[in-house]
């Protein structure tokens, strides 16, 4: 029997056994409805139109919903028209205000139809459940239209007066959006986004706003997330990878529009110290204008040198004083021969296509001259005391974490890094060996610890320098990759010194074995599991399928970002899972003058309806279940009292 204490404190919820045994019929009765659609996206870097078009279109699901409603009375034409008024209500409707297209029998009409689509997508939820999701405003007359009994002559005059008096006292644009809003709740009841939410893209400041007013979210962090959290705790090295990177991809509207980052230090550093520098090699890629912040490119280009060369640096430093990293090969300034303008790489010298470096003393080259300190520490200040930045990163802790087990399915962004043999590869943190998922959870607190462990603790100080570790590391399970080759890139003209080896977990988890194995690991069964994981896009114009391993395992970036559509050949892909099976969504890219719907292919049927009771909610129902049966036995036998009032 339960603690009596706990039953004590049910008691004040239910005093009554009356009280009780209605909330056990009620999460019973919720046991037996069909689960909820969860929403699977990964590696989101910085698209916001595509993202949260994805978003409100429920990626492509709303406009299905109206096919199937009214694909038998309405032309396309007018499918597209409610489906995008569903996803930019506001929008529409100024548009058609303007042309004075919204009159009171489009109005009529257009709110019957928004009535059928919300009663066919809040059919699998309780009647409460839909109506805390309702505005307040208008809960009570929607709740009425959703109820409606159309063989009641009499309930069919109260529906259209109920209407005629929403026109009439012109609040039909107010109770469209509410209805909008409601549909697009509905649709989606659980979003879960497997990571790299920042860089490459213009905006993840506005995508982090959007998932920040989402009902049902969670977030598994990849190494660019980690990137940025990691530049708000105050880590240089990390500051000057998220600059670096933005800088990089012409990305100066995140930075200063989004967040409010001073880089007036940096442009006036960088054109100053590299006046008489061309700085070929560090042109801004130019997939997005900006709107407000706009750079000329060639102080861009200084910029990012600037940057880049601090960067190396500060990881030098890093490197310097955690040698069980064991990334001493890393330090490629120290490799630099500066007089003969080459460097060695694991034993070979190259020969070096930029050899300007006016900041760097051959001598001692991973020391920062006195302009670099200062300005490292202004831009310290500015992530350091970032109020929009650190709402976002707390976000991400509240709803973060290395990786998730949510409804037999083991979602995770990168890989569970693997030996050859595919054993689980050992990570040496604090003298302890750690594996698997036990390594995982180590992480995930060393992730936390390095946020909120007090500044002047040296586990703190060591939980802050082992995010960039987690950014580029060797061992790291959000990159997963032997070693980031960035300095090659930037500095040897040999395609061959760019390979990054990827952990031996990607070649092996296209098994059903190694799948099995990890499952097993994480406490889940083999049968009717998945693995959903991103990171790697995948290339399906070169035939690649995102479903591997027999259908155990998902690789759903699909390259969403655009600096990836010309190798994936598509723009992302969206995992559906609702009751009876799991969708893929493939996404078009994204041109906002044009519909887009995604094409949404099943790729398994679930053998048998998955209701509520077979989730993890379902199993928190029957634990609550059970303890309620215990409050009432309790009561029948007086060791408790009711307090009937």
Known sequence: ????????????????????????????????????????????????????????????????????????????KEEVELANLIYYPEKVLNQLECLEAADDEWQRVTIYRLVQICKMVS????????????????????????????NDDNKRVYYSEIIRSIIDIEVGDKFIVALCELIKNLTIDSLHIIGDIYDRGPRADIIMNELLHFHDVDIQWGNHDISWMGAATGNLACICNVLRIAISYNSFDVLEDG???NLRPLSMFAARVYK???????????LDENIYDAVDPILAAKMHKAITVIQFKVEGQIIKRHPEYEMNDRILMEAVDFKQGTVTVEGKEYSMVDTFFPTVDPEHPLEL???????????????????????????????????????????????????????????????KAYCGKALMDYLDQKVQNAYFMPEDSPEGADARDFMWYLWCGAKSPVYGKGKMTTFEHYFIDDPQTYKEPMNPYYRLSVKEEYCDKILEEFGLSIEGSHIINGHVPVKIKEGESPVKAGGKLFLIDGGLSKAYQSKTGIAGYTLIYNSNHLALAEHKPFNREQE??????????????????DTDKGAELAGRISDLKELVAAYREGILKENVE
């Open 596 to 613: 887009s719907t995604p094409k949404v292919s099943v790729v398994e049927h679930v053998k048998h309806r998955v209701m509520v009771a």
């Open 276 to 286: 008489e520098d061309t700085c070929e090699r560090f042109f801004p890629q130019t």
């Open 1 to 76: 029997m339960r603690d009596l204490a706990y039953l004590k404190l049910m008691s004040r919820e239910y005093p009554t056994i009356k009280a009780a045994s209605s909330e056990i019929i009620n999460l019973t009765a919720i046991q037996g409805l069909p689960k909820g659609t969860e929403y699977f996206f990964s590696d989101l870097h910085g698209e916001h139109e595509a993202f949260i078009h994805l978003l409100r279109s429920a990626s492509g699901i709303i406009r299905e919903k109206i096919t199937e409603t009214f694909s038998h009375i309405m032309p396309e």
């Open 369 to 431: 001259n006195k302009e670099e300190e200062e300005l490292l520490r202004v831009l310290q200040l500015s992530f350091l005391h970032n109020g929009l930045l650190h709402k976002h990163v707390r976000f991400l802790y509240s709803h973060g974490s290395m990786y998730k087990c949510s409804n037999s399915n083991l979602l995770y962004h990168g890989c569970i890094p693997m030996k050859e043999d595919g054993s689980f590869e050992e990570l040496m943190v604090d003298g």
């Open 123 to 150: 059919s699998k939820y309780t009647r409460s459940k839909v109506r805390k999701k309702m505005p307040a405003e208008f809960a009570y007359v929607i709740d009425e239209l959703l109820h409606v009994d159309y």
């Open 259 to 261: 967040y409010g980052i």
